[in-house]
């Protein structure tokens, strides 16, 4: 990815989402990469499998969400995914990966129904 795609990447997403949510997702970002140095190797595997996880049922991922997956915690990624699925079945859904980053945020979790 050059320079020219992370600068257009932040400012989409700056634009949608505000500044202010970037300055978040940025702090997060830092604070992941430090977290993530200093862990032991057997943590980053399983960081990255949850990045495989959210791909393999058809996310599109680029350098901010992913960022945002790796600094969450996998059991909170996992329920957001879940949120979506859920939303799905009614077709509500019309931005599968602006739902996954709301429910990450807001650390929803899906409904349970019998």
């Given at each position: 990815?050059?320079?020219?795609?992370?600068?257009?990447?932040?400012?989409?997403f700056?634009?949608?989402?505000?500044?202010?949510?970037?300055?978040r997702l940025m702090t997060l970002a830092q604070a992941?990469?430090?977290?993530?140095?200093?862990?032991?190797?057997?943590?980053?595997?399983?960081?990255?499998?949850?990045?495989?996880?959210?791909?393999?049922?058809g996310f599109q991922l680029n350098a901010w969400l992913k960022n945002l997956i790796l600094s969450t915690p996998i059991e909170v990624v996992r329920n957001a995914m879940a949120?979506?699925?859920?939303?799905e079945r009614?077709?509500?859904v019309k931005n599968r990966e602006g739902l996954l980053v709301e429910a990450i945020r807001n650390q929803w979790k899906p409904n349970i129904s019998a």
């Open positions: 990815m050059t320079l020219i795609n992370y600068i257009q990447t932040a400012k989409d700056a634009d949608s989402y505000g500044v202010d949510r970037l300055d992941s990469e430090n977290s993530l140095i200093t862990q032991p190797s057997g943590m980053n595997g399983n960081r990255g499998d949850i990045l495989q996880e959210v791909e393999a049922v949120v979506v699925e859920e939303n009614w077709r509500i």
